[in-house]
């Protein structure tokens, strides 16, 4: 998904951020990547005024969520918080973890993830919880058929 960043200073530059579901967050000005910084996970943004600033990444729920954008040590948010109960909705197939072991914590990770970027869609409010509930409900039988093979492999 791509996310539109307004920066103070910036005024006039179309900056986004593509966050895909396998990879990292990628910086687009006008449509190119961000130059690379002289540092790991930094990036080279050139104002208005014709000065560079560097810009990092600022990781949100251990990754697992759309990151900040950190320019000359200001925080731009991406996208607007979800609410408690959308955290608590979309969090459920996290309780995998406790009952499966690698294999629930994996796909209830992944479920949860794709739970948040539910409800950042365009998608109607009701629809959201849904389609998330469906995507948690899926992570269960996913689990549940990944163990049974796991199982009967280990017992052989």
Known sequence: MKYKANIEGFEGQ???VNVG??????LLVNGEPAPKGDKRNEMLLQRNDVRQVIATWKP?????DVPQLVVEG???SLVKPLKWY???????PV???FAGGALGAITGLVAFSINAKVFRSELHDVLKYIVSGLYSITALIAYLFFA???SFLISG
């Open 148 to 150: 049974t093979i796991v």
């Open 74 to 76: 200001k925080v731009v």
């Open 60 to 64: 949100q729920l251990l990754g697992f």
């Open 95 to 97: 309780l995998l973890a």
């Open 14 to 16: 179309n900056i986004e």
């Open 86 to 92: 959308q955290w608590a909705w979309g969090g459920l």
């Open 21 to 26: 579901f396998w990879s990292g967050p990628k």
